[in-house]
T-cell receptor
């Protein structure tokens, strides 16, 4: 079945350093979503990418969707302690609303 | 709107007991999802509904799990009998039907511990 993997699994950075998480799907995706889950919290939607090669920015966060629509990345510039949490990508099974979540990348920011 | 509301927030039960988790989706949302989150398996989709009808329950682990959505404002996930390996955080999420893919709004989750 469809698999969505993320690397790295964990990342510790010093505050102010950049951070990137990569998402890879075993199948082509019609779109990809990114969520953030704070420790002890619930996933919160960040963004959705639809077009091949699409790049979207939200302040210090930059999201990319690969040309082949099988991979994506999230880059955070100059991390802050508020960026702490687990970042998930999620992609739908073809033709459905069944979103498969990636394995997640847990970010820890050291002040 | 208050968002997706789940109850209880925490549940501790003994092995073999029946557990019922409850969810109230955001009003007007046509899709409802039940997810389970564990350290080992991550965030897994168990079942989802569209307009109160179960669309895909292939993620339901086994017959001990059942889910219902009797109306647009209420859903339950039942485990009977419960086992220690069912310990996890269970999330309910809802989405509007806009004709295209859209974000899922998650509830606060129910942390289930089976001892």
């Amino acid at each position: 079945g469809q698999q969505v993997m993320q690397i790295p699994q964990y990342q510790h950075v010093q505050e102010g350093e950049d951070f990137t998480t990569y998402c890879n799907s075993s199948t082509t995706l019609s779109n990809i979503q990114w969520y953030k889950q704070r420790p002890g919290g619930h996933p919160v939607f960040l963004i959705q990418l639809v077009k091949s090669g699409e790049v979207k920015k939200q302040k210090r966060l930059t999201f990319q969707f690969g040309e082949a629509k099988k991979n994506s990345s999230l880059h955070i510039t100059a991390t802050q302690t508020t960026d702490v949490g687990t970042y998930f990508c999620a992609g739908p099974t073809s033709g459905t609303y069944k979103y498969i979540f990636g394995t997640g990348t847990r970010l820890k920011v050291l002040a | 709107d208050a968002g997706v509301i789940q109850s209880p927030r925490h549940e501790v039960t003994e092995m073999g007991q029946e557990v019922t988790l409850r969810c109230k989706p955001i009003s007007g949302h046509d899709y409802l999802f039940w997810y389970r989150q564990t350290m080992m398996r991550g965030l897994e989709l168990l079942i989802y509904f569209n307009n109160n009808v179960p669309i895909d329950d292939s993620g339901m682990p086994e017959d001990r799990f059942s889910a219902k959505m009797p109306n647009a404002s209420f859903s339950t996930l039942k485990i009977q009998p419960s086992e220690p390996r069912d310990s996890a955080v269970y999330f309910c999420a809802s989405s509007p039907d806009t004709g295209a893919a859209t974000e899922a709004f998650f509830g606060q989750g129910t942390r289930l511990t089976v001892v």
